[in-house]
């Protein structure tokens, strides 16, 4: 079975710019998950979807946002973009449903210049 | 503010030694926890896990405990071998079903 797929890996543009990410869960998921991930800050949580339907919002602000479609893919999209957008961003996907373990892609390296 | 904490940003221990690695949690709301593996240029791996309802979890070489009353998560590896080198993540679910990581811990494991 595929893993999580996440494009594109790496990604540089500058301030003031948006971009969108891309991720395809594993078949069978229907929630899919995105983190952003800085040096020494751990994972922080920017939302969740599940079933085309934003289940879970972290704490970013409103630049930040997503959708899924209805074959389970997502995006999310960052607008107005700043030199602290630079991240890694992860998704993980899982079934949804309780004691589900999130199986993360590889992510996608953005470097805003 | 940190609902997960993972206080030791290193360690380092010898092979086939055991490693342990800590993690503290604020959130007595949490139900299930988790422990992550990442290597460079990789996304997490999940590796082991343990609902609120027990206090430890075996698989193989790797054991989680859990100490509700401190709101502490351990991971133990016996014996540790050089590929277990990798940052750790812990992670803690909330009733929302939504995950809070902490900011990892890099364990080197030395030949």
């Known amino acids: 079975k595929a893993g999580v797929t996440q494009t594109p890996r790496y990604l540089i543009k500058t301030r003031g710019q948006q971009v969108t990410l891309s991720c395809s869960p594993i078949?069978?998921?229907?929630?899919v998950s995105w983190y952003q991930q800085t040096p020494g800050q751990g994972l922080q949580f920017l939302f969740e979807?599940?079933?085309?339907?934003?289940?879970n919002k972290g704490n970013f602000p409103g630049r930040f946002s997503g959708r899924q479609f209805s074959n389970s893919r997502s995006e999310m999209n960052v607008s107005t973009l700043e030199l602290g957008d630079s991240a890694l961003y992860l998704c993980?996907?899982?079934?949804?449903?309780?004691?589900?373990?999130?199986?993360f892609g590889p992510g996608t390296r953005l470097l805003v210049l | 503010d940190q609902q997960v904490k993972q206080n030791s940003p290193s360690l380092s221990v010898q092979e086939g030694r055991i490693s342990i690695l800590n993690c503290d949690y604020t959130?007595?709301?949490?139900?299930?926890f988790l422990w992550y593996k990442k290597y460079p240029a990789e996304g997490p791996t999940f590796l082991i896990s343990?609902?609120?309802?027990?206090d430890k979890n075996e698989d193989g070489r790797f054991t989680v405990f859990l100490n509700k009353s401190a709101k502490h998560l351990s991971l133990h590896i016996v014996p540790s071998q050089p590929g277990d080198s990798a940052v750790y993540f812990c992670?803690?679910?909330?009733?929302?079903?939504?995950?809070?990581f902490g900011s990892g811990t890099k364990l080197n494991v030395k030949p």
């Open positions: 993980a996907s899982s079934r949804g449903g309780a004691d589900e373990t999130q199986y």
């Open positions: 078949s069978g998921h229907r929630s």
């Open positions: 979807y599940f079933s085309e339907t934003q289940r």
């Open positions: 959130n007595s709301m949490f139900d299930y």
């Open positions: 343990i609902s609120s309802i027990k």
């Open positions: 992670a803690a679910r909330d009733n929302f079903n939504k995950f809070y």
